[in-house]
């Protein structure tokens, strides 16, 4: 569990250099002035081992790395099944939470009885909570077939369910660390957040028991759900495991017998990391007359588009949302998601960079709600802890938007962070963070590894 405020704050006066641990003190020493280093810290965003590309031939920079992610610890068997889909792949970030958001709308779908959007978005909170607990798809839809009200747990939920908001009540974050080019998984601990109890107590509709041989497509089957993933952009680094999480569990939908009768039918679509990207596939699934939509990646990229699927009358249904401000956005009931809002990851940063003694502490955000709003998250955090308003610094860039859009220009962001002496930079942002980590130590910011 993530150490207590008052905890923190008695380690901070305990402890000279402003450390926060679990256990002790810890041993490091601040650096001279003359030859301050300053510690790197990333975000769910570019703590991937496909992220070191980003930097071509400054690699090497990631060397020593820190940062968090929500991540449960995932079982091998599920592992190895995403293997199955996918041989080449060498990151799982929020493939669980695609795989369990696209079973969870399936199941909302059976037990309506219905492929109407509104009817599926009324079940997806109470698929969570209550009920009959089971945990594989083939279980679950046939308990859900027989109209039986189900809670539903799998990889990326496991303690408890939704909130009346449409969001996990509870979370795991894993702190990972780049050890070289790679993220070394002996060394990835694991912090749960979150309360149990704020998990919805509501109960759902009555589920409709399906009747057997019904062909009068009555129910609006088949169920067509559509992509609304980074495929392209500067999230792109993150879509190979949400692109094998959805196909797998399209896979087992349908071999366990799909919904209503038929098998579950998925549309790819791309995002691209952009508004403009993303607003044409959501036209082009809008038009298709595709009830849910599993997207979009980024935070930003969802508030975008999510007045357009609400006129529209769909369900936006995102793996990996974060931004704290979609959990209050006016969504009519539309909105869902499997990733934890950053109120939880912001304390889990906090905890991490303090852990080190850090006294000087940078935050460079991308400039969208994902960035600034988990910049703020982390800098109350930090304050709340002891660490005094003179010693963080935020800093913003604009990220790219499109695949011939110029490079980020942080070169005088990166004097301000040298100038500051700050001794750990913490970088939210995708792929095109790796441009403000090189601009960085352009700029003469010696970063230790």
């Not at 569990?1 to 380690?11: E, L």
């Not at 098998?263 to 995002?271: I, L, M, N, R, S």
């Not at 990391?273 to 993303?278: F, H, I, Q, Y």
């Not at 308003?389 to 004097?415: I, N, S």
Request: negative net charge; hydrophobic residues 40%.
């Amino acid at each position: 569990m993530f150490v207590s405020r008052g905890s923190r704050v008695a380690a901070l006066t305990a402890c000279a250099t402003f450390l926060l641990a679990t256990s002790a003190c810890g041993t490091d020493a601040p650096e001279e002035a003359a030859t301050q280093q300053a510690r790197l810290y990333g975000t769910d965003g570019n703590m991937l081992n496909s992220f070191p590309a980003e930097l071509k031939d400054r690699a090497d920079l990631v060397d020593g790395m820190k940062g968090t992610t929500p991540l449960t610890p995932l079982p091998e068997d599920f592992k190895s099944r995403l293997r199955s889909v996918d041989p080449k792949l060498t990151d799982y970030l929020y493939s669980a939470e695609t795989y369990d958001a696209i079973v969870i709308s399936a199941l909302a779908a059976q037990l309506a009885g219905s492929t109407q959007p509104a009817a599926i978005a009324r079940q997806i909170v109470g698929v969570t909570n209550g009920g009959q607990r089971c945990e594989d798809v083939a279980t679950c839809l046939t308990l859900a077939r027989n109209g039986q009200d189900i809670q539903y747990r799998s990889v990326s939920l496991t303690r408890a369910g939704f909130t009346d908001a449409g969001e996990p009540a509870t979370a795991s974050y894993a702190t990972l660390h780049f050890d070289g080019q790679q993220i070394n998984d002996g060394k990835t601990e694991f912090v749960g957040a979150g309360e149990e109890s704020a998990a919805s107590i509501k109960a759902p509709p009555k589920g409709k028991k399906q009747r057997e041989g019904e062909t009068d497509r009555a129910d609006g089957s088949p169920l067509v759900i559509g992509g609304l993933l980074p495929k392209t952009g500067e999230l792109a680094i993150a879509y190979p495991p949400m692109a094998a999480g959805a196909e797998l569990a399209m896979r087992e939908i349908n071999a366990a017998g799909g919904v209503l009768g038929d098998p579950v039918t998925w549309v790819e679509g791309d995002d691209g990391t952009s508004p403009t990207v993303a607003k044409a596939t959501v036209g082009r699934h809008i038009a298709a007359g595709v009830p849910v939509i599993i997207g979009a990646g980024g935070s930003g990229i969802s508030l975008e588009v999510l007045p357009d699927v609400v006129k529209a009358g769909r369900i936006l249904f995102s793996p990996s949302n974060t931004d704290d401000g979609l959990t209050t956005v006016d969504d009519k009931g539309l909105y869902f998601r499997t990733a934890p809002p950053d109120s939880l990851q912001g304390r889990a940063l906090a905890d991490v960079i303090l852990r080190d003694g850090s006294q000087r502490i940078a935050i460079v955000a991308r400039k969208d709600s994902y960035g600034e709003g988990l910049q703020a998250v982390v800098k109350k955090e930090l304050e709340q802890a002891g660490i005094s308003a003179d010693r963080v610094k935020l800093l913003t860039y604009q990220p790219p938007e499109g695949e011939d859009a110029p490079p980020v220009d942080f070169a005088g962001g990166a004097k301000e962070v040298k100038d500051f002496g700050a001794d750990a930079v913490l970088v939210i942002g995708f792929g095109e963070s790796a441009q403000v980590i090189r601009a960085l130590a352009d700029a003469g910011v010696q970063i230790r590894h």
